[in-house]
Every structure is written in structure tokens, then in C-alpha cells.
């Protein structure tokens, strides 16, 4: 009897902290869950390769973030025009709600790099993906950051930054810095280009006033505060992790 009880307990301990260890709560109290393939609803479809696919709840009941990646595969849209051996790779987000039995989309995103002969990437930025109560009305904000880039040098990725609540989705696109670059951003760095005076630049000196910045802070007009001030701190705490990374 002793000797069950006692491996009674030492399974329910188990089971604890494989719990834990998959779930983690952030600063917004929101605890989410990593998911295996194997534990992500059979209806559910996964395009490609899964990257990560987490689960959580909010006042929308049941949500489920699967984002995965098709690539690199050959390019076969029309005669290539350079080395012979072009290619692409594609990124898939999609947030799903529970409705019953089944699930619905609540929003998905696809995102490609195409006709690339170089060296071709496209992929989230490691521990980046945040989801938040910023505005404190239970319903969640999902937020992803990634970079897309087909370079032959070592001119910087672009970098998008997509937060969405419910099907409303709010972006920053613009160019990471590299790591020889990434001493300009300072405390007083500014990441807004349009904030910055590009009067009578050329196109080559617009592009490098472009590094480290995003085009605009426009999706944000009208939205909680909070919500740009935290895109804007996610922009600036990963904008230069631009790794050499390629298929």
C-alpha cells in the first residue's frame, strides 16, 4: 500500500513538472503552453514544417498560434534569369479560437522570398513571439517577429514585427542592422524613418539612413498606446539580431 502511494505521488510530481516546463506565464499573467506537433488538433492543418505552435486562453475561449515554414524549394514560376538554381521558401502564421468542437481562424499571415539564387532565408527570430494583455480587456495580442532575405553581401535582412488582436492586425517592416552597425542605436536612436529629414538623399544613402528603422508607425494610429510602445521595444531589443542564417 505504502508502495503505492508512494509511486502515486512521485507520477503526479511527474506529470507537474512536464507541465511547467511546457507552460510559462509573462508579465501580462498570460500562461501559454508549447505544443508538439503530435499534440496539435488533427483538424488543424499545418503547412510545411511546424516552427512553433503554442496554446493559451483568453476572454475568446481556447487559442492556438501555429506558425510554419515551406523551403527552400526550386523556383518554377518562369525561366530564371541568373544562375540556374533560384528559390523560394514561405512562412505561414495562423491564430486559431476554439468554437465547439472544431477550430476557426481568428487571422493568418503568408510571407514569402521568392526567385532568390543567393543565400535565402526566411524564419521567426528566436524567442521572440509574445503574447500579452497590454490593454488589460482579456482578449490577447499575438506578436511575431521574423526576417526575410536573399543576399549575396552583407547588406541586412528585413525585418517585420505583426502584432494582432482579434483579426486586427498592426505592423512594422523595415531593414535589422548588422552587428558592425548596431552601435548607432543608442538611447537617442530613433527608429521611425519618417521621423527622420531624408530631404536630397540619394537612393544609396536613404537605404543605409533605413538600417536598424521601420518605414512608420501608421497600423498603430488609433490604437492603445501601450500597444506601440510595445512594438516599438520589441523592435529595438531584436532588430539587431541579424544572424547569417540560410537553407
Known sequence: MIKKLLFLVFLIGLIS??????????????????????????????????????????????????????GPLEETEYEVEFLG?????????????????????????????????????????????????????????????????????????????????????MGLRGLMILEMDKGRINENFEPDL????TTGLSDMDLYIELYGRYNNENDFKDKPKEFLEFAKSLWLEFVDKDEFLQF
Open 194 to 197: 519618417s521621423k527622420i529629414d
Open 17 to 70: 513538472c512536464n507541465q511547467s516546463k511546457n507552460s510559462k506565464q509573462d508579465n501580462s499573467g498570460i500562461i501559454t503552453t508549447d505544443l508538439t506537433q503530435n499534440e496539435i488538433p488533427k483538424s488543424i492543418e499545418i503547412k510545411g514544417d511546424l516552427i512553433i505552435a503554442k496554446k493559451w486562453t483568453d476572454k475568446n475561449g481556447e487559442n492556438i498560434l501555429v506558425v510554419s515554414r515551406k
Open 85 to 169: 538554381d533560384e528559390k523560394y521558401a514561405e512562412l505561414y502564421g495562423v491564430q486559431y479560437v476554439k468554437d465547439g468542437d472544431s477550430y476557426r481562424i481568428l487571422w493568418d499571415i503568408y510571407d514569402f522570398e521568392r526567385h532568390c539564387p543567393f543565400d535565402l532565408w526566411i524564419g521567426l527570430l528566436p524567442n521572440s513571439t509574445r503574447i500579452t494583455d497590454l490593454d488589460n480587456d482579456s482578449i490577447t495580442e499575438t506578436t511575431l517577429i521574423y526576417k526575410l532575405t536573399c543576399r549575396s553581401d552583407v547588406s541586412p535582412s528585413n525585418m517585420k514585427l505583426l502584432m494582432h488582436e482579434n483579426n486586427i492586425k
